[in-house]
């Protein structure tokens, strides 16, 4: 499987304090991969040491089969990146700015510029100063695209935007990049964006990766099973592979698989019982589940 | 499209049509405020010839008249002798501030570094541009002063003007890179510029003794030495390039290494 | 409870409401509902609605996705197919769009589309013949007997594990079941 993405062991202190921490990511070519995490997490900082922006206090790493330390120069020729809140050349008109790009690329679509600006309805002539949160982000957006990138990393680019705007932006990044053997890198908070177009994410919580997997494994596979059992089940029933937690509820079980789940379920069928019930995850369950945690309230 | 692609890895031409067109107000206003000094070169020299044997002994004033004895060594003692270095040296630290700072104020700075252009030739292309502007606004009303005083009717050496105005430079170059330096180590414009006319006022005070002459930039920069008693400074400018290159080279360290 | 059309033949708007509502009722049943035991509490449907246009006859499929089910897209959109086909929506030889035509529709991964289409073509729900487009297969268009009673078992099943949560007894279930087709039926019989 040929990687777009690697880290190995990616580490950055800032004063002894780890904003990432050993981080072990992997992704494939031509997915679309979403980055989850708290805020804090240590997301931004990752993005900012695969495009060189940072660099790393330990550990290596690999984009586009490109080392993020010594090649980091033509590693941000190959990618679109997109920050969080884009702070562009207030001063600059959108037609300035998109010049000003282009000359330190070595490939630029205009026709992809001109399609996409006509698109969004973009006042290129208008100072960026003066556009609107959704402008800037619809232009920055174009910016990342016009290179013609390998790789696309975004890091919550639809945030600010609203939900008609979120869809055309998340169709766009389909249009241009999935399928012709690009890859999408983002992180978001918008789980419902990340549920719809991701085929892979990882969760990462503190600066470590909690947990990774393809978007399909994860909706099949984690589930919660609710069983009351006619009597206790056999010890070692709930030391399965597969079962990552049990709870107690009233007289039964709230058992909480991540793997095999199929096989998890019909034996617990087998048992007699008054009741077997699938709950389903989604994405903000597993968020939650997987790096929410210390600071609830 | 793009031979231009092997240049930027030295150099970006569109990052340093960015930074001229940035400091577009500053080369303006620098050379109109020049020229208005060097158109008032000549048109003094008659006046004060005239009035000075008029107004009784004032004290700094004596041995002013050696300054008049002819009209290039009174060029000289306006232009690189005072104006020039003195009001350049203000502009040399309005253009060097804001060359890293104000990126960071703006919070572009991020953007930038998120381009294919690398640490160095960001730094070098920067730098270039601002010594193009300098340059622009010294040189440019240097060619002004000479052609105007020429128009005039006076006789001015070109040869001397020109090479006072390089070793001028040459200091200018100095500040500069000091600012420069500044810019890239405090994140807002006014800290740097404050503290980089602070730390040449520092540097300014052995010019004011006898003595420790020598050891001025400002000394130098007026090129005293080279036109008064025809030495061209050659060590004293190799000390001030050196010093420049040092400083430099601390600075793309320093901003090797910074976190926008 | 559920009305499934079992005539292949042009619908008209009405018609098609009618089939829909019932399949939206099961639907729910299966995606839905179980939610309200979640302890988590507030379940939030993002449901994303197509049209998707069969040129062909001039019908349009609805397609009710719900990314943040706990089932996966690929899985929805191959239930739907299944489902539609089975019930007569889809006839053999109707076209399916292509998978950059439904994945730009609905905005989800054109992967998750192709996944969807792949596997229907191993069941041999669809045909997929490359430079001409997808298509409903002439053999096989109706769900095997078993698989529909499976299907409705499960159906059952959920319905009576919740009227156990809620407390209803089997009359008061038995009085809403019959009510509900009595509704669905008249509403069927107005259509013909």
Redesign the interface.
């Given at each position: 499987m040929v990687l777009a993405v690697e880290t190995i062991n990616l580490t950055k202190e800032f004063n002894s304090f780890k904003a990432v921490d050993g981080l072990n990511l992997q992704v494939p070519e031509g997915s679309v991969f979403g980055f989850l995490g708290p805020n804090g997490s240590g997301k931004t900082t990752t993005i900012r040491m695969l495009l060189g922006i940072t660099k790393p206090t330990s550990g290596e790493g690999k984009v586009l089969g490109l080392d993020i330390v010594k090649d980091s120069l033509n590693i941000r020729a190959k990618i679109g990146y997109m920050a969080e809140v884009p702070e562009m050349y207030g001063y600059m008109t959108g037609e300035e700015l998109i010049r000003f790009c282009r000359g330190f690329y070595p490939s630029w679509e205009d026709g992809l510029v001109k399609k996409y600006s006509e698109l969004f309805n973009l006042p290129l002539k208008n100072k960026i100063s003066s556009l609107s949160k959704g402008m800037k982000s619809q232009l920055a957006l174009i910016i990342a695209l016009a290179p013609n990138p390998s790789l696309l990393i975004l890091d919550e680019p639809t945030s600010g935007l609203d939900p008609i705007k979120r869809v055309q932006f998340l169709n766009i990044i389909m249009k241009e990049i999935v399928g012709t053997g690009k890859t999408v890198f983002f992180s978001s908070h918008l789980l419902s964006d990340v549920e719809r177009v991701c085929d892979r994410v990882a969760f990462i919580k503190n600066g470590r990766l909690v947990k990774t997997d393809s978007m399909d494994k994860l909706k099949t596979q984690e589930k919660i099973i609710r069983a009351v059992f006619q009597k206790e089940p056999p010890p070692g029933f709930f030391e399965k592979p597969g079962i990552k937690k049990v709870q107690r509820e009233g007289n039964g079980y709230l058992i909480s698989v991540e793997d095999n789940f199929e096989e998890i379920f019909e034996a617990c069928k087998k048992m007699p019982n008054f009741l077997i019930e699938v709950i389903d995850q989604n994405l903000e369950d597993l968020f939650v589940a997987y790096v929410g945690g210390d600071n609830d309230v | 499209?793009?031979p231009?692609?092997e240049v930027?890895m030295m150099f970006?031409?569109?990052?340093f049509?960015?930074e001229v067109r940035e400091s577009r107000w500053k080369i303006i206003i620098g050379l109109i405020i020049f020229i208005i000094t060097a158109v008032s070169i000549p048109f003094t020299f008659k006046y004060v010839k005239e009035l000075l044997p008029m107004i009784p002994e004032l004290p700094g004033l004596e041995g002013f008249d050696r300054y008049l004895a002819n009209y290039n060594i009174y060029t000289w003692s306006q232009w690189n002798g005072k104006n020039l270095y003195q009001v350049g040296t203000i502009l040399a630290i309005i253009v060097g501030m804001n060359l890293i700072a104000g990126e960071k104020v703006?919070?572009?700075l991020?953007?930038l570094?998120?381009?294919?252009?690398?640490r160095s030739s960001l730094y070098f292309t920067k730098f270039s541009a601002g010594l193009l502007s300098l340059g622009l606004v010294i040189f440019g009303s240097t060619v002004f002063l000479y052609i105007l005083s020429v128009i005039m009717g006076y006789e001015l050496l070109a040869g001397d003007l020109f090479i006072s105005t390089l070793i001028t430079f040459i200091g200018f170059i100095f500040i500069f890179t000091l600012t420069f330096l500044i810019s890239t180590v405090l994140d807002e414009p006014v800290k740097v510029g404050l503290l980089s006319a602070f730390v040449l006022l520092l540097l300014a005070i052995p010019g004011w003794f006898q003595k420790t002459r020598q050891l001025s930039v400002f000394h130098h920069m007026s090129a005293a030495e080279y036109f008064l008693e025809g030495k061209f400074p050659f060590l004293p400018l190799l000390a001030v390039l050196l010093l420049s290159a040092g400083m430099y080279y601390v600075g793309i360290r320093i901003f090797e290494?910074k976190?926008? | 409870m559920v009305i499934m059309c079992q005539q292949p033949r042009p619908l008209d708007t009405r018609e098609l409401i009618i089939l829909i509502a019932p399949q939206i009722f099961s639907f729910s049943l299966h995606f839905g509902h179980l939610k309200l035991f979640n302890l988590h509490g507030i379940f939030i449907a993002h449901c994303i609605t197509v049209i998707v246009q069969q040129e062909r006859r001039g019908m349009k499929l609805h397609f009710y996705l719900q990314p943040s089910s706990g089932v996966p897209i690929y899985k929805q959109i191959i239930k739907q197919i299944k489902h539609a086909a089975a019930g007569g929506l889809l006839s053999a030889g109707d076209q399916l769009p292509s998978v950059r035509e439904l994945s730009e529709d609905l905005t989800i991964n054109p992967n998750t589309v192709s996944k969807a289409y792949q596997e229907l073509e191993r069941d041999g729900i669809i045909e997929i013949i490359h430079g001409v487009g997808t298509f409903v297969s002439k053999g096989n268009i109706f769900m095997e007997e078993k698989e529909k009673e499976g299907l409705m078992k499960n159906a059952v099943k959920q319905l009576f594990t919740e009227a156990y949560h809620l407390g209803f007894s089997f009359e008061r279930l038995k009085g809403l079941f019959l009510e509900a087709y009595e509704d669905a039926a008249v509403k069927g019989r107005k259509g013909d």
């Open positions: - | 499209m793009w231009m692609w930027t970006s031409i569109t990052l049509k960015k703006s919070k572009t991020e953007f570094l998120a381009r294919p252009i690398s290494k976190q926008p | -």
